[in-house]
T-cell receptor, first 114, second 113 residues
Framework: AQSVSQHNHHVILSEAASLELGCNYSYGGTVNLFWYVQYPGQHLQLLLKYFSGDPLVKGIKGFEAEFIKSKFSFNLRKPSVQWSDTAEYFCAVNGKGGGNKLTFGTGTQLKVEL | DGGITQSPKYLFRKEGQNVTLSCEQNLNHDAMYWYRQDPGQGLRLIYYSQIVNDFQKGDIAEGYSVSREKKESFPLTVTSAQKNPTAFYLC????????????FGSGTRLTVV
């Protein structure tokens, strides 16, 4: 079975601070990895995804994530956050061979203060 | 515009009543999913369907039922057997294969009183 852990449940940052949200997964085989974002009052949107190749993937709005296979991690980063980045962020994993079922982490609430 | 429509946005029901949540997509996606979102617990998979007339239980299927009679539609029934039905329910769809993310609907918030 696949599982995802997000260790930071609530993060508060000031504008222009750097962001790193942790994500670790558990699965014995090849995985696809995703980060989704849910802005207040909006539906979940795909931020970025990793399938294969370059382990550093870039997504929308200046976000990036690095897949480190040896650490089973897929941490999300942004060099300088903005107030508009206030949202809930979900990491998700899809183990190949398990269909297209996504398993989500518990989410991280990010609040960016002016 | 293509997308997923969930209705209604808010739903109130009395305890002991079954209730059906609607999910319709016009993206021509084969696969559809139902998730439940609770604070601090992320999204948990209830049921999913890869093709019409076929569906599988997810991680928390007890107390729920689904049907997939049309490609576009995947309604979820929350039965009286579901012990804690008050939650935010999200429907999603995707194209076949493991390389695609999901498109999500805007969700239905169900409150059982």
């Amino acid at each position: 079975a696949q599982s995802v852990s997000q260790h930071n449940h609530h993060v508060i940052l000031s504008e222009a601070a750097s962001l790193e949200l942790g994500c670790n997964y558990s699965y014995g085989g090849t995985v696809n990895l995703f980060w989704y974002v849910q802005y207040p009052g909006q539906h979940l949107q795909l931020l970025l995804k990793y399938f294969s190749g370059d382990p550093l993937v870039k997504g929308i709005k200046g976000f990036e994530a690095e897949f480190i296979k040896s650490k089973f991690s897929f941490n999300l980063r942004k060099p300088s956050v903005q107030w508009s980045d206030t949202a809930e962020y979900f990491c998700a994993v899809n183990g190949k061979g398990g269909g297209n079922k996504l398993t989500f982490g518990t989410g991280t609430q990010l609040k960016v203060e002016l | 515009d293509g997308g997923i429509t969930q209705s209604p946005k808010y739903l109130f029901r009395k305890e002991g009543q079954n209730v059906t949540l609607s999910c319709e997509q016009n993206l021509n996606h084969d696969a559809m999913y139902w998730y439940r979102q609770d604070p601090g617990q992320g999204l948990r998979l209830i049921y999913y369907s890869q093709i019409v007339n076929d569906f599988q239980k997810g991680d928390i299927a007890e107390g729920y039922s689904v049907s997939r009679e049309k490609k576009e539609s995947f309604p979820l029934t929350v039965t009286s057997a579901q012990k804690n039905p008050t939650a935010f329910y999200l429907c999603a769809s995707s194209t076949p294969g493991a390389n695609y993310g999901y498109t999500f609907g805007s969700g239905t918030r169900l409150t059982v009183v």
